[in-house]
């Protein structure tokens, strides 16, 4: 695995997501107030863009008629058959210990750790033999 610089944080605001390429392989990050996840963007039930999916709360109940939300925005529901997967970990909500999305390491890192210094602007050769046209304003 190789480092991929996705864009600068601001980019990617709380509760946004933006579909990146690394590697030939197509990734989805979230920013959940603040914290960075990736996905792999193919669903692995059909292949279906989890980028293209409504976020959603995990929803549970205790017995009929009764229900209760919580985590809001920290699930995805693909959008071809919504099967929904937890953007913290890749799992599915259905079958969370044999289906996953593929999860990728994310961190934030900042721009002088990335490119490194001195920094050298790039030089060019200059020669004053030549005519140059020069108007006066
Ligand atoms: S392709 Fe994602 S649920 Fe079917």
């Not at 750790?113 to 020669?127: D, M, N, S």
């Amino acid at each position: 695995m190789s480092k991929h610089i996705v864009a600068p944080v601001e980019a990617i605001p709380p509760g946004g997501r933006k579909l990146v390429e690394a590697n030939g392989r197509a990734i989805v990050v979230f920013n959940l107030n603040g914290e960075f996840f990736a996905l792999n963007n193919r669903c692995p039930h059909r292949g279906g863009s989890l980028c293209q999916g409504v976020t959603t709360s995990v929803v549970e109940s205790a017995e009929p008629g009764e229900y209760r939300t919580s985590r809001p925005g920290e699930i995805i529901r693909c959008p071809w058959h919504s099967w929904e997967f937890d953007i913290r970990t890749g799992r599915s909500w259905c079958d969370p210990q044999r289906l996953r999305a593929r999860q990728y390491p994310v961190s934030v890192e900042p721009g002088a750790k990335l490119v490194e210094g001195p920094y050298k602007a790039e030089t060019f050769p200059v020669t004053v033999e030549n005519d140059y046209v020069v108007i006066e304003a």
